[in-house]
């Protein structure tokens, strides 16, 4: 490979999917990639990569991806498509959209991501170049995917924290400042399997290889809970009882942190009264976790120091997803894990640089206290939910689906639909979702792959670019990094770029501040010191400085508070375990449990019908969400939509390995091949989501068989927590399951 | 005789698939086609259930001469996410052997 030519780059994502910020070095040749490896000196991801990364080329180069323009020529949903040329594509979305904000407002258009990508950053950009405040992840109900727990850490801690891998230190493990966490208390996810959220999940396999001793809550048994030292193997749902227990525990057997409580904390003395509510013989009974086991784990985090917490996004999909984040959020308080090495540290991003803005704060320094709050008056669900109002400029999506599909109150006209197969993916009530989107006047789609949403909605399709084709920059935790385009597939263009175009139509003056997509990252990184070109230069990554954006002890150092004095963010100064800002936006101050929607205590005669608990929405290494059923590398080590089914449920539906079946509820019917396994609870069944056949047809009616398997099509709606945010009931919906009859039809 | 060969420290395999893909990249191979293979074991003990992922070189596996040569690491050694593989001297990987559990070499 004399000719080939070697460079590093980050990814950030489309390839991989992921959220993950892994180093990477691409091998290039005739303008071609012809390989990926990981970049050793990445202190990300050490030299290593996932099965997705590896599977670049495929992905790439794949005969299906998009490479040009397209409209829409026959009816929508006919498949029927024409290239043409970008300046024409972006003629007609500017046509087409600019004759929506004329009739209807800029409120009428809805711009709607998925995740994956550095989407945030374009796509907000984009929204606001426009005016419209609607900007959402929509189809995913109650907005279950991290944002809830991101806005209950902003409100009771003031900042944000994650488990101390050692990922914001240059040296990473060799870094003496780092101490190896005695327990990560692993909460609601499989790190092996788990969703790179700037965060890799292998991390934590590298401290149990230290020493490190896992507790599990986790519903499944995994590969992480058989070597765990606690797995508490819960109902799906009732999270919040069980933190509320442990926290029971740790406050009635003193083995709470008394020096952080009295010095950090607020509203202690409240929060002991209310775990007095959830005495271990009642969260016994909630969750089906012994009282001895809870205690034994609960006592067993709380005496070993550093202890972390490693969470997933059953938080989020609890009913009322925040108040479960605030119970855990007090377990690492009232320990005194914040900000120490190998506790909960807190995390910003590297040289306080955003492009992503996750909180309102970010959006405000982006674009101005008066644009955001003239947006926030007209965003979907800002006036019923304080959490939509007050954090994070999402429009609330069961509240915009409803909206779309009533048109009150006021008309949604048109969408904006990057990094989402909505239809194929997140969606509950996906068939909703279908027949809403299809009333729309004008959809684009920003995709690599045409999929279920795009066949179905788009009048437009406009071809976005892999990693290795853009420039972007990667701002979330550490390190701050530069994403460097190395080679140009077809017409493909980067997020950046689409939008960066359609905001100069839409906004010509705002956008007279930058020349091109390289004027506004250097804006973007401006809190680096640094611009695109000067940490390119420097590898294209740098690392937390000393500063707010380095652990740790933050708060003692007085580097959280904009006025500069020790302590956190928050009114009080505190860790507010009574949480002054829930209560102001009229929620609980304190945590506590709801029943899920469906169960077996809440709807008796539901259960009744629909015996068992339905768990979907777990991650996979070698699918991105509803990505890559088309790589061949990935779909042949995973070629079936799979149901895990206890050898005693299997018994009882009298179904065998290897059968195809349906998964029912009220809701409809979805097909999937039977795994029996130990690894789910008997009164649980467990599912992937995402699933779509990019092998079938894709015009109407097939959508690449979306109807047959997209399993969001069982999870009701409307539904979220007080707050807006958190309790879509992708780990509670209740089924059956139900033979296919005539076993000749049935295979696929 | 093979003097070169795997250890595979399986008590740490997750199962996530990363040395198959790098093997099929590394060497070209079509879906189907692979140096590696990752097979799954759920078994009941005394303590619980036990699942444990076992990677197994194939046929196929030429312990990745042509980086050898480059003074790299096997494809699938290197980027081992939970970095539980570990290239080497049959005689030295042994020895490493001696100290652990759940392991096994193979000589492809
Ligand atoms: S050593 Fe090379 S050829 Fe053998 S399994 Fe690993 S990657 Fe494949
Ligand atoms: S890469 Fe490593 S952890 Fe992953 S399946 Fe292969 S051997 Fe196991």
Same mark, same amino acid.
């Given at each position: 490979?004399?000719?080939?030519?070697?460079?590093?780059?980050?990814?950030?994502?489309?390839?991989?999917?992921?959220?993950?910020?892994?180093?990477?070095?691409?091998?290039?040749?005739?303008?071609?990639?012809?390989?990926?490896?990981?970049?050793?000196?990445?202190?990300?991801?050490?030299?290593?990569?996932?099965?997705?990364?590896?599977?670049?080329?495929?992905?790439?180069?794949?005969?299906?991806?998009?490479?040009?323009?397209?409209?829409?020529?026959?009816?929508?949903?006919?498949?029927?498509?024409?290239?043409?040329?970008?300046?024409?594509?972006?003629?007609?979305?500017?046509?087409?959209?600019?004759?929506?904000?004329?009739?209807?407002?800029?409120?009428?258009?809805?711009?709607?991501?998925?995740?994956?990508?550095?989407?945030?950053?374009?796509?907000?950009?984009?929204?606001?170049?426009?005016?419209?405040?609607?900007?959402?992840?929509?189809?995913?109900?109650?907005?279950?995917?991290?944002?809830?727990?991101?806005?209950?850490?902003?409100?009771?801690?003031?900042?944000?924290?994650?488990?101390?891998?050692?990922?914001?230190?240059?040296?990473?493990?060799?870094?003496?400042?780092?101490?190896?966490?005695?327990?990560?208390?692993?909460?609601?996810?499989?790190? %092996?399997?788990?969703? +790179?959220? @700037?965060?890799?999940?292998?991390?934590? !396999? *590298?401290?149990?290889?230290? =020493? $490190?001793?896992?507790?599990?809550?986790?519903?499944?048994?995994?590969?992480?809970?058989?070597?765990?030292?606690?797995?508490?193997?819960?109902?799906?749902?009732?999270?919040?009882?069980?933190?509320?227990?442990?926290?029971?525990?740790?406050?009635?057997?003193?083995?709470?942190?008394?020096?952080?409580?009295?010095?950090?904390?607020?509203?202690?003395?409240?929060?002991?009264?209310?775990?007095?509510?959830?005495?271990?013989?009642?969260?016994?009974?909630?969750?089906?976790?012994?009282?001895?086991?809870?205690?034994?784990?609960?006592?067993?985090? %709380?005496?070993?120091? +550093?202890? @972390?917490?490693?969470?997933?996004?059953? !938080? *989020?999909?609890?009913?009322? =997803? $925040?108040?479960?984040?605030?119970?855990?959020?007090?377990?690492?308080?009232?320990?005194?894990?914040?900000?120490?090495?190998?506790?909960?540290?807190?995390?910003?991003?590297?040289?306080?640089?955003?492009?992503?803005?996750?909180?309102?704060?970010?959006?405000?320094?982006?674009?101005?206290?008066?644009?955001?709050?003239?947006?926030?008056?007209?965003?979907?669900?800002?006036?019923?939910?304080?959490?939509?109002?007050?954090?994070?400029?999402?429009?609330?999506?069961?509240?915009?689906?409803?909206?779309?599909?009533?048109?009150?109150?006021?008309?949604?006209?048109?969408?904006?639909?990057?990094?989402?197969?909505?239809?194929?993916?997140?969606?509950?009530?996906?068939?909703?979702?279908?027949?809403?989107?299809?009333?729309?006047?004008?959809?684009?789609?920003?995709?690599?792959?045409?999929?279920?949403?795009?066949?179905?909605?788009?009048?437009?399709?406009?071809?976005?670019?892999?990693?290795?084709?853009?420039?972007?920059?990667?701002?979330?935790?550490?390190?701050?990094?530069?994403?460097?385009?190395?080679?140009?597939?077809?017409?493909?263009?980067?997020?950046?770029?689409?939008?960066?175009?359609?905001?100069?139509?839409?906004?010509?003056?705002?956008?007279?501040?930058?020349?091109?997509?390289?004027?506004?990252?250097?804006?973007?990184?401006?809190?680096?010191?640094?611009?695109?070109?000067?940490?390119?230069?420097?590898?294209?990554?740098?690392?937390?400085?000393?500063?707010?954006?380095?652990?740790?002890?933050?708060?003692?150092?007085?580097?959280?508070?904009?006025?500069?004095?020790?302590?956190?963010?928050?009114?009080?100064?505190?860790?507010?375990?009574?949480?002054?800002?829930?209560?102001?936006?009229?929620?609980?101050?304190?945590?506590?449990?709801?029943?899920?929607?469906?169960?077996?205590?809440?709807?008796?005669?539901?259960?009744?019908?629909?015996?068992?608990?339905?768990?979907?929405?777990?991650?996979?290494?070698?699918?991105?969400?509803?990505?890559?059923?088309?790589?061949?590398?990935?779909?042949?080590?995973?070629?079936?939509?799979?149901?895990?089914?206890?050898?005693?449920?299997?018994?009882?539906?009298?179904?065998?390995?290897?059968?195809?079946?349906?998964?029912?509820?009220?809701?409809?019917?979805?097909?999937?091949?039977?795994?029996?396994?130990?690894?789910?609870?008997?009164?649980?069944?467990?599912?992937?989501?995402?699933?779509?056949?990019?092998?079938?047809?894709?015009?109407?009616?097939?959508?690449?068989?979306?109807?047959?398997?997209?399993?969001?099509?069982?999870?009701?709606?409307?539904?979220?927590?007080?707050?807006?945010?958190?309790?879509?009931?992708?780990?509670?919906?209740?089924?059956?399951?139900?033979?296919?009859?005539?076993?000749?039809?049935?295979?696929? | 005789?093979?003097?070169?060969?795997?250890?595979?420290?399986?008590?740490?395999?997750?199962?996530?698939?990363?040395?198959?893909?790098?093997?099929?990249?590394?060497?070209?191979?079509?879906?189907?086609?692979?140096?590696?293979?990752?097979?799954?074991?759920?078994?009941?003990?005394?303590?619980?259930?036990?699942?444990?992922?076992?990677?197994?070189?194939?046929?196929?596996?030429?312990?990745?001469?042509?980086?050898?040569?480059?003074?790299?690491?096997?494809?699938?050694?290197?980027?081992?996410?939970?970095?539980?593989?570990?290239?080497?001297?049959?005689?030295?990987?042994?020895?490493?052997?001696?100290?652990?559990?759940?392991?096994?070499?193979?000589?492809?």
């Amino acid at each position: 490979m004399s000719d080939t030519k070697l460079f590093k780059t980050v990814t950030w994502s489309a390839g991989p999917g992921c959220h993950g910020g892994c180093g990477q070095k691409l091998y290039v040749r005739d303008g071609k990639v012809v390989k990926v490896e990981g970049d050793e000196d990445n202190p990300f991801n050490q030299g290593r990569s996932c099965p997705r990364v590896l599977a670049m080329t495929q992905y790439m180069y794949h005969p299906d991806r998009i490479t040009q323009p397209l409209k829409r020529v026959g009816k929508r949903g006919e498949g029927k498509f024409e290239p043409i040329s970008w300046d024409e594509a972006f003629d007609i979305c500017e046509k087409k959209m600019k004759i929506i904000r004329g009739e209807y407002g800029a409120e009428a258009m809805i711009f709607a991501q998925g995740t994956g990508r550095d989407i945030g950053g374009p796509i907000s950009f984009l929204t606001y170049s426009y005016g419209s405040p609607n900007w959402a992840q929509l189809g995913l109900s109650g907005q279950s995917c991290y944002t809830p727990r991101l806005g209950a850490m902003k409100a009771v801690m003031g900042d944000f924290t994650v488990t101390d891998c050692s990922q914001f230190l240059e040296k990473r493990y060799e870094d003496p400042a780092w101490q190896r966490p005695e327990v990560i208390m692993v909460w609601g996810q499989d790190p %092996a399997n788990g969703c +790179p959220d @700037a965060f890799m999940g292998h991390w934590v !396999v *590298d401290c149990m290889r230290m =020493g $490190t001793k896992i507790i599990s809550v986790d519903p499944r048994q995994t590969w992480m809970t058989t070597r765990a030292e606690h797995h508490l193997q819960l109902r799906p749902g009732t999270d919040a009882a069980l933190a509320l227990g442990m926290l029971n525990v740790i406050i009635n057997k003193d083995l709470y942190d008394a020096d952080f409580v009295r010095n950090w904390t607020h509203g202690f003395a409240k929060l002991r009264e209310r775990v007095q509510e959830y005495p271990l013989d009642k969260v016994a009974a909630i969750t089906g976790v012994p009282a001895e086991s809870i205690e034994a784990a609960a006592t067993f985090y %709380a005496k070993s120091k +550093p202890a @972390a917490v490693h969470w997933g996004v059953p !938080v *989020d999909m609890s009913p009322e =997803g $925040t108040s479960v984040a605030h119970a855990i959020i007090c377990l690492w308080s009232v320990t005194g894990n914040i900000d120490v090495p190998g506790g909960n540290v807190i995390a910003r991003p590297s040289h306080g640089v955003s492009s992503y803005p996750y909180s309102t704060e970010e959006l405000v320094e982006l674009y101005g206290e008066e644009l955001v709050q003239k947006l926030t008056k007209k965003r979907i669900g800002a006036d019923v939910y304080p959490m939509v109002k007050n954090f994070r400029g999402w429009a609330q999506p069961d509240m915009a689906i409803d909206q779309i599909n009533s048109g009150k109150p006021y008309p949604i006209k048109g969408a904006w639909i990057q990094t989402a197969n909505i239809l194929g993916g997140q969606a509950a009530r996906a068939r909703l979702h279908y027949d809403a989107l299809k009333k729309l006047d004008f959809v684009v789609v920003v995709d690599l792959f045409h999929n279920p949403t795009s066949m179905a909605l788009a009048d437009i399709f406009l071809p976005a670019a892999t990693f290795a084709e853009k420039d972007s920059f990667r701002a979330w935790w550490a390190p701050l990094a530069v994403i460097k385009k190395r080679v140009q597939v077809g017409e493909c263009k980067s997020d950046w770029e689409i939008n960066f175009e359609m905001a100069k139509r839409f906004n010509p003056e705002g956008m007279q501040r930058w020349n091109s997509v390289e004027d506004l990252f250097n804006e973007r990184l401006a809190s680096s010191g640094m611009t695109f070109k000067e940490i390119q230069d420097k590898g294209g990554w740098v690392m937390p400085e000393e500063g707010p954006c380095k652990p740790y002890l933050r708060h003692e150092r007085g580097q959280l508070r904009k006025d500069g004095s020790p302590g956190f963010q928050t009114e009080s100064g505190k860790v507010e375990l009574y949480c002054t800002t829930y209560e102001s936006w009229g929620l609980d101050p304190l945590p506590h449990y709801v029943e899920p929607p469906q169960s077996p205590t809440a709807t008796p005669e539901l259960f009744a019908k629909y015996p068992l608990i339905m768990i979907t929405g777990a991650r996979s290494q070698l699918f991105f969400h509803s990505e890559h059923r088309g790589i061949p590398w990935l779909r042949e080590k995973e070629p079936d939509p799979l149901v895990q089914v206890h050898p005693d449920t299997a018994r009882k539906f009298n179904i065998y390995d290897g059968e195809w079946i349906h998964i029912k509820n009220d809701m409809g019917k979805v097909k999937r091949k039977v795994k029996i396994t130990r690894k789910v609870h008997p009164e649980n069944i467990q599912t992937l989501h995402g699933w779509w056949l990019p092998e079938l047809k894709g015009p109407e009616p097939d959508l690449f068989g979306v109807w047959d398997y997209q399993i969001n099509q069982l999870i009701p709606g409307p539904q979220c927590s007080t707050s807006g945010f958190g309790g879509g009931q992708y780990k509670t919906t209740l089924v059956t399951l139900e033979k296919i009859g005539n076993m000749g039809e049935n295979n696929g | 005789m093979a003097k070169y060969g795997l250890l595979i420290d399986y008590n740490y395999c997750t199962g996530c698939h990363s040395c198959e893909v790098a093997c099929q990249q590394e060497h070209g191979y079509p879906e189907g086609k692979t140096g590696i293979k990752v097979a799954e074991f759920e078994y009941e003990t005394f303590k619980g259930l036990a699942i444990d992922f076992l990677p197994y070189p194939t046929d196929l596996c030429d312990l990745c001469v042509s980086r050898q040569k480059n003074g790299e690491r096997p494809a699938c050694v290197k980027h081992c996410q939970s970095r539980c593989m570990e290239f080497g001297l049959l005689g030295e990987l042994v020895t490493t052997m001696e100290k652990g559990h759940k392991m096994v070499i193979f000589a492809p």
